[in-house]
């Protein structure tokens, strides 16, 4: 069975910083690309960013480009979400998933793709 887990969230203020983690065996054996999702009360789950296995390749929702950074490292089975100046509307539920190709309104969806249980940000104005 796949397991992913996250670490790093927490309570910031606007204009602060966080850096999430995502491990687990589902990092270690995957082939695929891994993304970072989120949700918020009220709102659609957004693919966040993602980043290919095989060659590194990132790509990015527009609400967070120039703000956040994914990033992966093979020796620690890692992959990692950088989080810059952060606002009040970047607060959600953070997860790791694989494949990173799920579309729709809630995550997780476990029929479609493997994740973590999820890691709060919040960030106060």
């Known amino acids: 069975q796949v397991q992913l887990e996250e670490s790093g969230g927490g309570l910031v203020q606007a204009g602060g910083s966080l850096r999430l983690s995502c491990s687990g065996s589902g990092v270690t054996s995957n082939r695929y690309d891994m993304g970072w999702y989120r949700q918020a009360p009220g709102h659609e789950c957004e693919l966040v960013a993602s980043i290919s296995r095989r060659d590194g390749i990132t790509k990015y929702g527009d609400s967070v480009k120039g703000r956040f950074t994914i990033s992966q490292d093979y020796a620690k089975n890692a992959v990692y979400l950088q989080m810059d100046s952060l606002q009040p509307e970047d607060s959600a539920v953070y997860y790791c998933?694989?494949?990173?190709?799920?579309?729709?309104?809630?995550?997780?969806?476990?029929?479609?793709?493997?994740w973590g249980q999820g890691t709060q940000v919040t960030v106060s104005s």
């Open positions: 998933a694989s494949p990173a190709q799920y579309i729709g309104p809630s995550c997780p969806d476990w029929d479609f793709a493997s």
